[in-house]
């Protein structure tokens, strides 16, 4: 079965500093991969996906993520941080074979960011 | 389109009632998820559906948890009886297809609260 490892449980950050939010995933074959983030009292929110292809992926809200399959990794990045971007951030896995279709969800980055 | 709508937003029960959400997924979609959030599990999925029919409900934690579609603009999660343990957010999600061409896109959740 996948597995996705979340290591940072919260990350503080000054307001226009870089920001790297750690994902580890276990999966046999290739992974699809996703970047969620969820505002208080919200929904999730898609902020980039890897299925296949090119392993940098551009986000909105100019995040960026990149595919390491040597490291079983899909970090998540942003050059600078605005302090809307306080939020948590689920990096999810998704499944094929018999379970195809369904995601498997890390536990979350809380992320704060002072002025 | 409004996006995936759940109501309520937030419910408060005793123990041993019947609770019911609701979930109304983006027009056009053709599957819909239920997950459950908590403290302690993370995001876990509940349950899936395909055109309305129930895929996967593996995750469905007990008898007292059961799903319907009964058809492709409304979906419900009951609990019957509820308990404290099922204080949590229950969100619903939908996508257009599945896997690595299906995004799940979240509803903003319902906040359960069972005293």
């Known amino acids: 079965a996948q597995s996705v490892t979340q290591p940072d449980i919260h990350i503080t950050v000054s307001e226009g500093a870089s920001l790297e939010l750690r994902c580890n995933y276990s999966?046999?074959?290739?992974?699809?991969l996703f970047w969620y983030v969820q505002s208080p009292g919200q929904g999730l929110q898609l902020l980039l996906k890897?299925?296949?292809?090119?392993?940098l992926v551009q986000g909105i809200k100019g995040f960026e993520a990149e595919f390491k399959r040597s490291q079983s990794s899909f970090n998540l990045r942003k050059p600078s941080v605005h302090w809307s971007d306080a939020a948590e951030y689920f990096c999810?896995?998704?499944?094929?074979?018999?379970?195809?279709?369904?995601?498997?969800f890390g536990q979350g980055t809380i992320l704060t960011v002072h002025p | 389109d409004a996006g995936v709508i759940q109501s309520p937003r937030h419910e408060v029960t005793e123990m041993g009632q019947e609770v019911t959400l609701r979930c109304k997924p983006i027009?056009?979609?053709?599957?819909l998820f239920w997950y459950r959030q908590t403290m302690m599990r993370g995001l876990e999925l509940l349950i899936y559906?395909?055109?309305?029919?129930?895929?996967?409900d593996s995750g469905m934690p007990e008898d007292r948890f059961s799903a319907k579609m009964p058809n492709a603009s409304f979906s419900t999660l009951k609990i019957q009886p509820s308990e404290p343990r099922d204080s949590a957010v229950y969100f619903c999600a939908s996508s257009f297809g599945i896997g690595e061409s299906g995004i799940q896109y979240f509803g903003a959740g319902t906040r359960l609260s069972v005293l």
């Open positions: 027009s056009g979609h053709d599957y």
């Open positions: 890897y299925f296949s292809g090119d392993t």
């Open positions: 999966y046999g074959a290739t992974p699809y």
């Open positions: 559906f395909n055109n309305n029919v129930p895929i996967d």
């Open positions: 999810a896995v998704g499944a094929g074979g018999t379970s195809y279709g369904k995601l498997t």
